[in-house]
Nanobody, 124 residues
Framework: QVHLVESGGGLVQAGDSLRLSCAASGRTFSNYNMAWFRQAPGKAREFVATEDWSGRSTDYADSVKGRFAISRGDVKNTVYLQMSNLKPEDTAVYYC?????????????????WGQGTQVTVSS
């Protein structure tokens, strides 16, 4: 079992930066591929970014490529989502997810564990 807790969300202005954190506990975190998804009101949950267990491979949604970066940080068992040049359309609840199976995957159904989400609101 892996328990995920997101933090770092908030209200920012367009063009600002924000860093989300996801703290993991439970089984060996280093074996898991990690991802971030988001869900805006009235919309389906959508893929944002993913990183494999080694940290050597990443994948990003086209809408965030070049603005967002996923990484495993210096703090043990933590994955980050650094968001820059935020836009109002980035407003959503952001979720951290983990899966043990190999390979990068953009589909939410591939992930075994989810956090409770953190709200990001970007004003224009």
């Amino acid at each position: 079992q892996v328990h995920l807790v997101e933090s770092g969300g908030g209200l920012v202005q367009a063009g600002d930066s924000l860093r989300l954190s996801c703290a993991a506990s439970g089984r060996t975190f280093s074996n898991y591929n990690m991802a971030w998804f988001r869900q805006a009101p009235g919309k389906a949950r959508e893929f944002v970014a993913t990183e494999d267990w080694s940290g050597r491979s990443t994948d990003y949604a086209d809408s965030v490529k070049g603005r967002f970066a996923i990484s495993r940080g210096d703090v043990k068992n933590t994955v980050y989502l650094q968001m820059s040049n935020l836009k109002p359309e980035d407003t959503a609840v952001y979720y951290c997810a983990a899966k043990l199976s190999a390979g990068l995957n953009r589909g939410y159904e591939a992930y075994d564990y989810w956090g409770q989400g953190t709200q990001v609101t970007v004003s224009s």
